[in-house]
């Protein structure tokens, strides 16, 4: 048993691509080893990379295929041999088999006799498998961005292949990747090894090798070192602590293959700026992290993560450059911030003409308007039931909402649109309520995100998608397959994550109502809603699918309402008793179906000739549906449904006892009476025979 | 207080800007690239010289560097911000076909322009081109010295919409900020551009350039009047565009001998498409190109670019064959 080793050098990948192609790569050589029985049962697969190299180590791979005999079947026997001599088909196949005509045999099948011959396959080598295969696994690597760079274009790849080691044990495998031969030299850190040969000496040595070379290969130690290190740096500082930033952490991992951590200091006026623009700053243009104080509050300090291990005189320089460069950006973002203040957002509006919202529709001034009118429906919706919010704030946080697009601030940084309109309607007193609203007009971002806290804040974000995705329809751009140009699903998402999340009394009728969408257009929209609070459902809250089928089945306007009870529903699931009234009701259904299929017409369920189980089935439900339709108004749904659950011995009986479609017309019509009856009275909460009950 | 204050003083270059700019020129030129002088057409980026735009096209291979002024009227701030500039200078450098070595050769040219990487961090991260008017494109990196992008490396993939082959590495040098970086200067201005070797006097940035930036930046924020831009647009487009049908005509004519073909004015009809692509640039610097109007206008630009990228190819394949 050996080792094979396989690490593919390359010029620095992408950071972002780096995880899933290491992955990738060591399933490909795992399943070819796999496929041509080249490894042993107990074998263990290692995965590696750092930006200059993707490896996979494989231990417990045989150096050679196991010897397998096969049997090929060739012609009937009859035809191979007249009177026990061999027929020309008999020396033809023979030869084909490379076995003599005497080492025929026959082989007997289901279909009938027929010649056989014993083929013996030796074993290829792991080498000869390995060269022919393994270049095309690791060329079909997939890549979200793709080069060429040999003459005559051979091969896309992330980046120039520059070196290749492969290995068993000590062995060299002579396999070639995009032009490059293997040997057993790789490459150290570019600045703290050099261009020095790192040679592998054994395959299983790979990890040491390479860290001799200020290489670290193992992602998940890079990953904990770096951890570490912020945490030692951060120590220096008394009483602060490093900003967690898993996804921070995730690139600088991939950026470094010998990582340490410096920490620096910026000029203390600069958190006079606002923290969203100085965290954005560091963390999305420098790569840094940032420091707060123990009461949260940011620190006059960053952190950055190296690809080196500087010396005193090093870390000077490196500490000082960077801080160089932030004192830099910050004082960018100070001057734009200064020259925005010059044109206060409420002087903006009329710049907005000549800002494109789409195409065909108009201008972000355009967009402006038609928000404020379906703000103003929303408004009204509120105002009826007295719910409590400041109708001034939210038309004038709807009408600056856009004005930001024009701010040098958020042309620098895009990312912080919104946002950045919140601080300034802040820094110009145009109040708290305004201010906030703006601020939080985009979120949530994600399925993850928060919903604005604000109920100004809700209702702009409701207004501002409600009357994207009806315009988007209307001009024939709604979402298709795989296709959604302008976000309208994330911002379907987020419509339903205000309306289940906030305590807003709005339905999602009443937000497409104020949309003033209409006709075709108003029903392509409703139904592409109620997917997205199928979606909710089930993707973001996890109910399960037929839970989820059940609960819509009765109504998804209200999302709330809808939340609530398939949280009853999930719960309701485990009694034994609802989940038999679930069956029974599946029951119903294809009864009542058959009897429609079948041209049968339920009837006033008048029960005189039935039998008792009927009656009593009746008597149940009249009864329980009084107490449900009750329970359910209140919205007490648990209650409702272990009312419910309580019809289970009534229709058990009536199911063992009593023929549904009965011969005589006059009962036939009046058990699906009956049981019509029986469905509809329970089917407001949720529709049961959707229920996975087997 | 942190340990970052008890850190040694940190000791700035005594290159000035036009050292580094030799130091980078000789290192290149040492390794085989021809060093020519900056092309005298207003261009937004070295890429859009010809001797990188039209060298990259076709199988002839080529190593050129040269130190090109590019101009970008909407990024210029009356002299008064000191990081941004209406006119930058990039050291440009094509390497076609690129060697197997070149981000070590790379490496050395920062060492060529005194940097010693021992003592700075250096990352390559992701960060792909695009000039679609030119129709090109190319995938690369940022190369980040203690945080600051110094210079952007492109493998170049395709250029006016033609596929290249060979592909080219094309390395853009941002001379002002590693000027800035290596002397420790907070302001661009500040930059000691020429120090006289007998007395010490220095001559900076701001002596050499702070009066053309904001004049430069009165002209194209205030002054540029915008319809005579579009009539200028209109009439070098015009130009280029009769040329344009004439290269057609003439490289598709069989009976056309070789030599009409090989000194029919492509360059010139070049520049003329450059001319309209800075006129572009000083339009929306006025805020004279709606967000609507851009597209539009981007992609007449690109009709004279690849129109242009096209028929040079064609013109090269006609001279190298005959």
Known sequence: ?694 | MSAAQAAPRVKPTSLTFQDLLFRLQRFWAERGCVIQQPYDVEVGAGTMCPETFLRVLGPKPYRVGYAQPSRRPADGRYGENPNRLFKHTQFQLILKPPPVNVQELYLESLEAMGIDLKHHDLKFEEDNWEWPAGGAWGVGWQVMLDGLEITQFTYFQQCGGLDLDPICAELTYGMERIAAFLQDVDSIYDIVWARDPDTGAVVTYGDVRLAEELQFSVYNFELAEVPRLWEHFNSFEAEAHALLEKASALLADENASPEAKKRFPLLPTYELALKCSNLFNLLDARGAISVTERVGVIGRIRNLVVGVAKAWAMQQLLASSG
Do not use: C
């Not at chain 1, 990890?207 to 998940?220: E, F, M, P, Q, Y």
């Not at chain 1, 006059?300 to 993560?305: E, Q």
């Not at chain 1, 009837?603 to 449900?628: F, G, H, N, Y």
């Open chain 1, 1 to 694: 048993m050996a080792d094979f080793l396989l690490e593919i050098g390359l010029e620095e990948v992408p950071a972002r691509m780096i995880a899933g192609a290491e992955a990738e790569l060591g399933r490909r050589v795992s399943d070819l080893l796999k496929r041509e029985r080249l490894l042993a049962p107990e074998a263990k697969t290692t995965t590696y990379s750092t930006p200059r190299r993707l490896a996979v180590l494989a231990e417990g791979v045989l150096a050679q295929q196991a010897d397998i005999e096969e049997i090929l079947t060739g012609p009937s026997w009859q035809v191979a041999f007249k009177d026990s001599e061999p027929t020309p088909a008999a020396h033809a196949f023979a030869k084909k088999a490379g076995v003599a005509v005497a080492e025929l045999k026959k082989v007997t099948t289901s279909k009938g006799e027929y010649v056989g011959a014993t083929m013996k396959r030796t074993g290829r080598t792991a080498n000869e498998i390995l060269a022919a295969e393994l270049p095309k696994e690791a060329l079909t690597i997939y890549w979200a961005k793709n080069m060429y760079w040999r003459a005559g274009k051979p091969e896309r790849f992330v980046r120039p292949v520059r070196w290749v080691v492969a290995l068993m044990d000590a062995a060299v495998v002579p396999l070639e990747i995009a032009g490059i031969a293997a040997g057993n030299v790789s490459r150290g850190h570019r600045v703290l090894h050099g261009e020095a040969p790192v040679v592998i000496d054994e395959a299983r040595n790979y990890s040491k090798s390479l860290r001799g070379a200020a290489v670290i290969v193992d992602v998940a130690e890079r990953r904990q070192i770096i951890r570490k290190a912020l945490d030692a740096a951060t120590r220096t500082v008394a009483g602060a602590r490093w900003r967690e930033d898993e996804a921070l952490v995730e690139t600088v991992v991939h950026l470094t293959e010998w990582p340490s951590v410096i920490l620096g200091d910026f000029e203390p006026e600069y958190l006079a700026l606002p923290e969203e623009v100085l965290v954005t700053v560091m963390r999305d243009h420098q790569k840094y992290f940032a420091i707060e104080d123990e009461n949260g509050k940011l620190a006059p300090h960053f952190l950055a993560v190296l690809n080196t291990q500087a010396d005193a005189e090093g870390a000077a320089i490196i500490r000082h450059g960077n801080a160089r460069v932030l004192r830099a950006r910050f004082k960018d973002a100070r001057f734009f911030w200064d020259m925005d203040q010059k044109t206060p957002l409420a002087e903006r509006m009329e710049s907005l003409k000549s800002v494109t919202f789409q195409k065909e529709l108009g201008s972000y001034y355009w967009k402006t308007e038609q928000n404020l009118a379906v703000a103003s429906a929303l408004a009204s919706a509120l105002k009826s039931v007295d719910f409590p919010f400041s109708e001034e704030a939210l038309f004038k946080a709807v009408e600056l909402a856009k004005t930001d697009l024009t701010a040098e601030l958020v042309k620098e940084f895009t990312e912080l649109q919104g946002v950045i309109g919140g601080l300034y309607a802040r820094a110009q007193g145009l109040g708290e309520r305004v201010a906030l609203a703006i601020y939080e007009q985009y979120t949530p971002g994600s399925t993850e995100g928060e919903i604005p806290v604000s109920v100004e804040g809700q209702l702009l974000g409701l207004a501002d998608r409600i009357q994207t995705i009806v315009a988007m329809f209307g001009i024939g751009s709604a979402p298709t397959g795989s296709k959604d140009p302008f976000a309208l699903r994330r911002a379907a998402n987020a419509i339903v994550k205000i309306l289940a999340e906030a305590e807003l009394p709005l339905t999602l009728g009443d937000v497409i109502n104020a949309s003033g969408a209409e006709g075709e257009n108003k029903a392509l929209v409703e139904a592409f809603l109620r997917e997205r609070v199928h979606f909710y459902l089930k993707d973001v809250r996890g109910f399960a699918y037929d839970v989820v089928n059940a609960v819509l089945a009765a109504g998804a306007d209200d999302v709330r309402d809808a939340i609530a009870r398939a949280e009853a529903l999930t719960a309701a699931r485990g009694s034994e008793d609802f989940v038999a009234v679930s069956a029974a009701f599946k029951r119903i259904k294809n009864i009542l179906r058959q009897a429609e299929e079948k041209g049968y017409q339920p009837t006033e369920p008048k029960l005189s000739q039935s039998p008792l189980e009927a009656i009593d089935l009746w008597q149940r439900t009249k009864e329980l549906a009084e107490q449900v339709a009750k329970l359910r108004e209140q919205r007490a749904y648990s209650e409702a449904l272990a009312a419910i659950a309580t019809l289970r011995p009534a229709v058990d009986a009536f199911f063992d006892k009593v023929m549904v479609l009965d011969p005589d017309a006059t009962v036939r019509g009046a058990h699906l009476g009956l049981i019509d009856r029986v469905q509809r009275s329970f089917s407001t909460i949720a529709d049961f025979s959707e229920i996975v009950t087997g």
